[in-house]
């Protein structure tokens, strides 16, 4: 009996292990069929210019709110959630407008201002790593390694963004994957110009050969001119900059000093019917001009 019944529990084991390995193998089918799904679907997307748009719109929108990391996703969340309870208290105590009017305008502000702040911060970091990552390369080909070599030594050395970018580009032509779709894949990632430039360089010396130290040196230098001439026009643009967060702020100022010494005044324009429509008509017009000089600035 005692064999017998260690015979059944071995058997009961083995139909265990038999089963989750069923399941799993179910698991990476559906995952295959998804992933194929989603590459029919973007293949399909691809093929007209307003979805190609559209696409790279929430591609650089996601990348830029999502991030790569979950560390990213939960400031994002604290900060929408935080900007949220504040704009809901403030309004409680001093504005008194409806919440269903307040909140949904305020989130996508909140929003679209966390995706210019991580697009600037990602964008500052990748100029300064991927000069840092050109000279890493260069080094590399004076001493008569290749591009390739020269990339993994850059994602063996670089931290952020770059850094990971070049580790995870090696990986994967180190296990055979097609050069071409790695460099777009990535570039799909890192959507600048320069690094656009570095990865036609980088495929065409893969594919012909060429003077690939001479253009990476080119490229180099056009980087750093590059930054240079960021700088300047920032330096060049503080002043209306300045003046226009100035602006910005003289009529939230001038608010809540009316709120404080004519309250009266301001219950008038904000629970009143015709003053309801100044005021929206006054902080419409004022948030409109300021951004279209914002965005006049910005296309310097």
Not at 11 to 34: N, P
Not at 179 to 188: A, L, Q, R, T, Y
Request: with cysteine.
């Amino acid at each position: 009996m005692i064999v017998i019944f260690a015979l059944l529990i071995g058997l009961g084991c083995l139909q265990v292990l038999f089963w989750i390995g069923q399941q799993r193998r179910t698991v990476q089918l559906h995952r295959s069929e998804s992933s194929s799904a989603r590459h029919g679907l973007q293949q399909f997307i691809a093929r007209h210019a307003v979805g190609r748009r559209i696409n790279t719109f929430l591609t650089d929108v996601r990348s830029h709110l999502v991030g790569r990391h979950r560390r990213v996703q939960l400031i994002h969340l604290a900060v929408v959630l935080v900007v949220q309870v504040g704009t809901a208290y403030l309004n409680q105590m001093y504005i008194q407008l409806e919440l269903y009017i307040v909140l949904p305008i305020v989130f996508p502000l909140t929003l679209y201002a966390l995706y210019l702040r991580s697009k600037k911060a990602m964008r500052q970091q990748f100029e300064t790593a991927f000069a840092e990552a050109l000279n890493v390369i260069n080094s590399s080909l004076r001493a008569g390694n290749s591009v390739i070599q020269g990339i993994e030594q850059c994602g063996q050395k670089l931290t952020g963004i770059v850094g990971e970018e070049f580790r995870q580009i090696a990986q994967r032509l180190e296990i055979g994957e097609d050069p071409e779709n790695v460099f777009i894949d990535s570039w799909g990632r890192l959507p600048y110009r320069e690094y656009y430039f570095f990865i036609i360089t980088v495929l065409i010396n893969m594919k012909g050969g060429g003077q690939v130290r001479e253009v990476m040196a080119r490229l180099s230098v056009m980087v750093s001119n590059s930054r240079i001439m960021e700088r300047k026009k920032y330096a060049m643009t503080s002043e209306a900059r300045m003046s226009v967060k100035i602006l910005a702020f003289i009529p939230v100022a001038f608010f809540a000093l009316m709120n404080i010494q004519s309250p009266d005044s301001v219950d008038v324009l904000l629970h009143h019917p015709v003053g309801q429509i100044l005021f929206y008509y006054s902080a419409g017009s004022i948030l409109f001009g300021l951004l279209v000089v914002w965005m006049m600035m910005n296309k310097i």
